[in-house]
């Protein structure tokens, strides 16, 4: 998400809950988003409005003396929000939602294992659980506010049998901590399918991990003229970072996107940005192995510039994170593309990078991923895709999710009937599989 700095708390409140809702991590009873000021008023989401079409006139500010001013009474879940701000200086706003994974994790008094993900346990610690008591009481109130009271200062606490409490410095920290917190519980429920996922053990993989890649250097591209091509491809990265954003194949700051704009150059998407309002001149130039200086690169530049340089008929590249395949991500199971035809014939055999092989120098990344065998799962890191243009990469991305999905899916059916050998020949032998 862009900087709020110069948004009205009102405005804040309104496209946050317009995202959340956007995409189905709330329904329009439930849910409420409140942020402090600097006169200690709390503005806040108001009572029995619809969710999906709250107005910047809707919000509601109660003062420190407890008066609400506005055109609607304030949530009925008001006295929790008071008492963490009461409890815990350090938040500045307050995201409440019930989002399907957590929400899952709640009625089993679970939470999720975020090191399942090194981005999500850096951006939302170790989740803590608060126990059952009635909606919009002073109890329930109590109770959350003596989970993030906690020494560890938790950015997450799940409500038993309820749904999920976000916080953070500001509103773009809760959401970006929300959205990652949703997304690691709903990769978890899919892995578990698959076995019992693994997590990052150590303090080392968790340095590492919190981290990044290993990162490219710098250097002046003073004076560069922009090719039309580059133009060109920089609004399609653009274009298609959002439609990933929108189908969830990436988080609002997390997961890459980039495509080549020469023999030795790429642009790629910047570091944490927005991925639904990406602008063509946000991107960050490649080339040479060096990014452009005082920029902020995506964290896997490496991974990009490793496969672009092995492979010259790679024309797109991206790591994404889309909730099906990343699942595999966390597990010993390999995904099987001799499932149906549009998998193995655009997929081949889907490739396994391993976390050490992620973070070491040296492009390994590059002998597992090319135009003939497109796609990686990453370990504890969700997909690498390539393709010869940034449609064919997303498209491979689609049919890896899909056939994810479908494979996840089956668990419940019964045993997947796989292609045999002499269909995997015809496959070949029809389409030049080599
Ligand atoms: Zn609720």
């Known amino acids: 998400m862009r900087s709020f700095a110069w948004q009205h708390p009102r405005d804040q409140i309104v496209e946050t809950m317009a995202r959340i809702y956007a ?14 000021d600097e006169k200690e008023g709390i503005w806040i989401s108001p009572a029995r409005v619809d969710k999906g079409r709250l107005r910047a006139e809707d919000v509601v500010r109660v003062s420190s003396t407890g008066e609400a001013e506005g055109l609607h009474p304030p949530s009925s879940e008001f006295p929790f929000h008071r008492a963490i701000y009461e409890a815990r200086p350090d938040v500045g706003a307050i995201i409440h939602a019930h989002p399907g994974a957590l929400v899952s994790f709640s009625m089993c008094g679970q939470v999720p294992d975020t090191r399942v993900f090194p981005e999500t346990y850096a951006l939302c610690g170790k989740p803590l659980l608060a126990p059952y ?22 950015k997450c606490v799940v409500l038993e049998n309820h749904g999920v409490v976000v916080v953070g410095k500001d ?10 917190l949703e997304f690691a519980a709903a990769t978890l429920l899919h892995a578990k399918k698959l076995g019992e996922p693994r997590v990052l053990v150590g303090t080392e993989k968790m340095a590492i991990g919190a981290g990044v890649f290993p990162m490219l250097p710098q250097a002046e591209f003073e004076g560069r003229a922009v090719s039309n091509l580059e133009k060109e491809r920089r609004k399609h990265v653009c274009e298609f970072a959002r439609r990933a954003y929108d189908h969830r194949l990436v988080t609002s700051g997390w997961g890459s996107f980039s495509a080549r704009v020469g023999e030795k150059a790429f642009v790629i998407t910047p570091r944490h940005l927005d991925r639904a309002n990406l602008w063509a001149e946000d991107l960050v130039y490649v080339e040479e192995g060096c990014f452009e200086k005082e920029r902020q690169p995506s964290r896997a530049v490496s991974l990009h510039e490793a496969v672009y340089r092995a492979h010259p008929e790679v024309g797109a590249i991206v790591n994404a994170l889309p909730l099906h395949a990343s699942a595999f991500s966390l597990s010993d199971e390999r995904m099987d593309t001799k499932t149906i035809p549009e998998s193995y014939v655009f997929l081949k055999e889907v490739g396994w990078l391993s976390f050490e092989e992620q973070v070491e120098e040296g492009g390994v990344v590059a002998k597992k991923v090319s135009v003939s065998q497109p796609a990686a799962i990453m370990e504890h890191n969700g997909v690498l895709v390539a393709g010869r243009s940034v449609l064919d990469a997303f498209d491979r991305l689609e049919i890896l999710e899909s056939t994810a999905m479908a494979i996840l899916r089956c668990q419940t059916l019964g045993p997947v009937s796989k292609m045999t050998e002499v269909m995997t020949k015809e496959l070949e032998e029809a389409f030049g599989i080599v």
């Not at 008591?133 to 938790?154: V, W, Y």
């Not at 509103?171 to 990652?180: G, I, K, P, R, Y």
Request: no cysteine; proline share 4%; charged share 15%.
């Open 23 to 36: 995409h189905d991590m709330t329904t329009t009873s439930g849910g409420n988003l409140s942020i402090r």
């Open 171 to 180: 509103m773009v920290e809760a959401f970006t901590a929300f959205e990652a």
């Open 133 to 154: 008591a009635l909606p919009g009481s002073q109890a329930l109130g109590e109770k959350i506010a003596t989970a993030f009271s906690d020494e560890a200062m938790p």
